[in-house]
């Protein structure tokens, strides 16, 4: 029986708890009566993924079956979520190259020729063949990568976007073509936080510059509260308007999954457990962990996290209409991920841990450790913050001005000069983002090479919008000072100084949550 | 007789000095520099024109530095006599009357020694004004020198007098100090500098060091063309305030240059093999103001096509594919002129400058030595980057106590 998520509160009894702080992690002493919130206990997988995905394929939710929709001399094209999905990357199979392969399987079926791949990265980085291999499986990729039929989308290529029309708000709709023009399009998603899926998938990973503006910019992120209740996130409610108009001029056949707290193997098993319960094989695991990773050299460290991958269980998979998949998608994400918690708190403290949605394979440079931190763990609620307003967030992560040069050109950029000036994503965003969305080298990059768009690091900032409106002190555990000033927070070297220096905001004897993930988790704050 | 730093001929010494000279400048200034304090006979050249000064202060430069070390080219070798007295910024009094400048007056000394100096009929670039230029620098009344401060005969500031003609000296306005009109001659070359630049208005200037020459040559293109952007590059923390003030639009380290230039230009950035990377586009004028190799390759990769390159410092050898690929106008900058574009002297143009309040402020930096701390000064002037100063100098009126 898999126990749900809950809330401890910290007593004299409770050991030090694990917090992650990039290619590593820490065991911390709370405060008594901090209340340490933790996410369920891993849901039991699917326990025949095959069959699973071929009924939903077979009797998909307000949509024909898939192999009546599949003829003949039509063009049919398959998008799917890219690397930045899930975290850390699954272990093979991928759930998406199973769920490619009965798509393919029946398109062959029914004798479908012209079948392209696409890889629904919006404005990400392109991915290298070897993780477009891992995703959608061996098969697949021998067939189609060698014919290009099996492609980055590239939001830069004016001749293969197609301008679908405006929603009711004026807002750009502009997709790949391929997959605007064809009789019907697949999307094979993965769903690991409640903000992934639904009208997210087709309308943003598929993008344009031009159609993402109208839903990644500051003003829309810092009324979206929160990012992971989609019908009370602004940027979700562009998103669906865009899903609404593509669906009146296109087939799409939305595939989503849903996967369980699996998410480290099983030698970081520890990970996964509550400290008080972990069997001595998990202590001795943990120190060794731990003296491992404190001994190792930096690149044998980034080497053993990111090579990690995870043994993640499907949860769910639904097909059909968009709409009528996501609810169901949801639910699943809530089973597996909404905790019950009462109040705010006056502070709220966050590990930030090494891998983040843009730095797979990569470094998480300061722009992505607070666009995890204050972007994505932050908004992880529903109904209202953990933290008060006017509260102050503590994070974990040393914070190094490190950047990876291939993947992340416009973030040096962007962290050396926009940074320097302002911090004010609204600033930032009127003064600069034409600037770089526009600027005819990182779209070079991003076109040829494996770079982020050179708007990229702005939408990362625009993440933590809400947060930065919505708190009044930043601090960071164990980062570097010189960095947290130019983003302009503050940098402490202990707990006890963090929160002696957030005492100004928050007096001295403040009410403490922690947000233990991951595992991934959603406060549900009533 | 008076005391003066003599440059002397040594071979091994000139060996040693270009082997290490730049990267341990300690051993430069303490045993491997070519230069001596010595008492020797005061110059004099017994011609019409010429007069005695009385050095009141001398600055280092870093063609000094760079001849001490044993850097600078063996093209110059036919241009000097040794041994010669160097310092050629400086600021004196006249000992003699001098035709209409009576004994006493304060002068700077422009030391280009040009044929009026050398009682030849003027060259052809004499003639025209560009009296850098001249062709007659090896012959005349005197032994070959180039400048005061390369000359056997005329002596140089690093003495406590010197020999110049009247076609050299600029009258001191009152109400200078010394420290103000010692850095006359360098404003001079930097006037030279920014009217070579040939800026057209609103272009794109990169600066490429932050030394005395790269900043006032920052102040000469901000007050006399119209350049838009100017990015200096520049080391050190107090460099950047400075050259911000006397007009950069933006200072950046030599690390970040190419990146920032790259992004205010929409250039694209290109990494060759084994060799710098470079700008494909960049900015439309480029002055390398140090002379190092790294510098000279700065500017050449940071130009766009047809862009010019002006050699500020006395440069180094660099890869010139850039030059030919992208077609650069790469144009020498040698001193200054008694006839600039615009029709003034360069001196009399850079006297006013340096009367203006970002300067004076700047004067008051300099730091004088004594000549029997000689080698304190060219350590000082070696590290003064990076030690907060902007120009080090001699002061020969100090003697030993």
Known sequence: ?526 | MMLALEMYRSLSRHVVGRAVGSKVPGLLSGYAAPLRLATVEEPRVDRPGWACLRTRLSGICGSDLGALSGRTSLYFSALVSMPFVPGHEVVAELLDDCEDLPAGTRVVVDPVLGCAARGVEPCHSCAEGATNRCARITVGHLAPGLQTGFCADTGGGWGQTLAAHRSQLHPVPEGYADEQAVLVEPMACAVHAALRAGVTDNARVLVSGAGSVGLLTTYALRNLTGAGEITVVAKHAHQRELALELGATEVVTPGEVLRRLRRATGAFLVEPEHARPYLLGGVDVAVDAVGSRQSLETALGATRAGGRVVLSGMPATADLSAAWFRELEVVGCYSSAHVEPGGRPAFEVAMEMVGGDVVSRLAKTVVAYPLHRWREALDHAHGAGGLGTVKVAFDPSETRR
């Open chain 1, 1 to 526: 029986m898999t126990r749900p998520g809950f809330v401890l509160e910290v007593d004299d009894r409770t050991p030090p708890l694990v917090v992650h702080e990039g290619e590593g992690f820490r065991l911390q002493e709370f405060p008594l009566g901090t209340r340490v919130i933790y996410p369920p206990e891993s849901l039991p997988a699917v326990p025949d993924v095959d069959a699973a995905i071929a009924e939903a394929l077979l009797h998909p939710l307000d949509a024909d079956p898939l192999p009546t929709q599949l003829r003949p001399g039509m063009r049919l094209t398959i998008a799917f979520d890219d690397v930045s999905l899930p975290l850390p990357p699954m272990r093979a199979p991928d759930i998406r190259q199973r769920i490619i392969e009965a798509v393919l399987t029946m398109a062959a079926d029914a004798g479908v020729d012209d079948v392209q791949l696409i890889a629904a990265n919006a404005l990400h980085r392109r991915m290298t063949p070897a993780e477009l291999r891992h995703i959608v499986g061996e098969r697949a990729f021998r067939s189609f990568h060698p014919h290009g039929l099996l492609t980055n989308h590239d939001a830069e290529d004016h001749d293969n976007l197609l301008h679908v029309g405006l929603t009711e708000k004026g807002e750009d709709v502009e997709i790949n073509r391929r997959a605007a023009e064809s009789d019907l399009l697949v999307y094979v998603n993965v769903n690991l936080v409640a903000m992934d899926g639904g009208h997210k998938s087709v309308p943003i990973g598929l993008a344009s510059y031009k159609s993402l503006r109208h839903h990644h910019n500051a003003k829309t992120m810092v009324r979206s509260h929160s990012f992971m209740d989609h019908t009370k996130s602004h940027l979700h409610h562009s998103a669906w308007r865009m899903g609404r108009l593509l669906k009146e001029h296109l087939n799409i056949f939305q595939i989503e999954t849903t996967l369980n707290n699996d998410v480290f193997p099983s030698s970081y098993d520890f990970l996964m457990k509550r400290e008080w319960e972990w069997s001595v094989r998990d202590q001795a695991a943990m120190l060794g962990a731990r003296r491992a990773l404190a001994l190792a050299p930096r690149r044998l460290r980034h080497k053993l996290f990111h090579e990690m991958r995870s043994p993640y269980g499907l949860t769910g998979i639904h097909a059909g209409d968009t709409e009528a998949v996501h609810e169901r998608t949801i639910a699943n994400v809530h089973r597996q991920q909404l905790v019950e918690v009462q109040g705010q708190s006056d502070v709220l403290v966050l590990g930030v841990p090494y891998l983040g949605p843009y730095n797979v394979n990569s470094v998480m440079n300061p722009i992505l450790a607070t666009c995890m931190g204050l972007g994505y763990f932050f908004n992880s609620y529903r109904g209202q913050p953990l933290v008060r307003r006017g509260g102050a967030v503590i994070l974990y992560h040393p914070l190094e001005a490190n950047f990876d040069q291939l993947h992340h050109p416009s973030y040096i950029d962007f962290y050396d000069e926009i940074l320097a000036e302002s911090t004010d994503p609204l600033v930032i965003e009127e003064k600069y983002e034409q600037q770089f969305a526009t600027d005819p080298w990182y779209i070079h990059l991003y076109r040829t090479s494996h770079a982020y768009h050179g708007v990229h690091p702005f939408y990362m900032w625009y993440w933590a919008a809400h947060a930065m409106d919505h708190v009044d002190d930043v601090i960071w555990v164990g980062g570097d000072r010189r960095t947290a000033a130019r983003l302009g927070f503050r940098a402490a070297s202990t707990l006890a100084d963090a929160l002696e220096m957030a005492s100004s905001t928050v007096g001295s004897s403040p009410s403490i949550s922690y947000l233990h993930n991951p595992p991934h988790l959603i406060a549900d704050v009533r």
